[in-house]
């Protein structure tokens, strides 16, 4: 009989309480870590050749970020606290600039030029663009050719677009002919002030809605039929399934088209510098072509790089604004 086997099960010696047993790995939350081996010599180079090799791959990049992206914003908050001109002695002048341009009536007339290119763009733009995107899911034939067709105005090179469209809306131009066949005369579109904002919108709209046309026209063709047709079989109507579900289907889509669309509006330049000069008179200065003419025909680098932190901070606005409303009207659970 082995020793100790006649004694009670709590008397009896055991591995655990034996000083000579090998602990046990303890396991759970209170784990402990085996302790770390030191790396072979062979292992730390091909550490070092790993991280040579990525920094090798990443640096070109980080270089070019902050030489041609960080540097600059930094470099322009410098100059917006500056009278700085192109040629000359400059200056400190602290928060000057941004007090001449708040005080400013041209500044603020700029402001509200903007916003009213905002305002007016943005909602023609996503209305033309949902309302051709669902037009085209209802067709069973021709949807890619007419996407490509809808799509051509944005890849068109901007002064091509500019120079059809001073031709629509020149004196004598197609709307004015137009207008003549019932004898009577289109008004100067580009050369009221009245019209001119209004020409501008129309011609933006026609040139940048194939873009977000694109991005509905995915979304839609993203949801699936079978949601579709069973809400027909339950008698709802196209309006009915456009509201309960094409739309909450494609709100991710109309969240990201809105964000971006709110962002280059804010930064449009082409379109006024081209077709109307911002003219006439201010009427259709934008901000930036307003930061464009501070610093390459005023020459006031300070004055430009104010406006520019300015607009940055009513992008920024805009976006925060955005993605806390999305909360309630995104649905990503669909």
């Known amino acids: 009989m082995p020793v100790g086997s006649h004694l009670p099960m709590r008397d009896r010696p055991s591995a655990r309480h034996t000083p000579d047993a090998p602990a046990r790995k303890r396991t759970g939350s209170g784990a402990v870590p085996p302790p770390r081996r030191p790396m072979s010599p062979g292992a730390r180079r091909r550490a070092r050749g790993e991280f040579a090799a990525a920094g090798m791959f990443v640096g070109p990049g980080l270089i070019g970020l902050t030489l041609f992206t960080l540097f600059p914003i930094a470099m322009s908050l410098f100059i917006s606290f500056y009278d700085w001109p192109g040629f000359g002695e400059r200056s400190p002048v602290g928060p000057d600039n941004y007090i001449a341009l708040a005080t400013s009536l041209r500044f603020q007339q700029v402001i509200l030029n903007t916003l009213l290119f905002t305002a007016l ?3 023609l733009n996503l209305v033309v663009s949902l ?8 067709m069973r034939r021709g949807r890619q050719t007419l996407r490509v067709i809808f799509f051509i105005p944005v890849i068109t090179p901007i002064v091509a677009n500019v120079l059809v469209w001073r031709m629509i809306y020149q004196p004598d131009g197609a709307i004015d002919g137009l207008f003549q066949v019932f004898g009577a005369t289109a008004p100067n579109f580009l050369g009221d002030e009245n019209w001119a904002m209004a020409a501008l919108v129309a011609m933006s709209v026609w040139q940048g809605f194939g873009y977000n046309m694109l991005v509905f026209s995915a979304a839609i ?3 699936p039929r079978s ?5 027909s079989l339950d008698g709802a109507g196209a309006w009915a ?3 309960h579900i094409t739309l909450p289907m494609i709100s991710p889509a109309m969240f990201f088209a809105s964000t971006m669309t709110l962002i280059t509006t804010f930064q449009v330049f082409a379109q006024p510098y081209l077709l109307t000069g911002g003219g006439p008179g201010l009427a259709t200065e934008t901000l930036v072509l307003f930061i464009y003419r501070q610093g390459f025909s005023a020459y006031a680098l300070g004055a430009a790089a104010a406006a520019g932190w300015i607009l940055f901070l009513l992008i920024f606005i805009v976006t925060a604004v955005q993605f806390a409303a999305q909360r309630k009207w995104v649905n990503y659970d669909v």
Do not use: M, S
């Open 121 to 123: 763009y943005v909602p």
């Open 131 to 138: 309302g051709l995107a669902v037009w085209i899911a209802t």
């Open 221 to 223: 063709d993203n949801i």
């Open 227 to 231: 949601l579709t047709e069973a809400a």
């Open 241 to 243: 399934r456009f509201r």
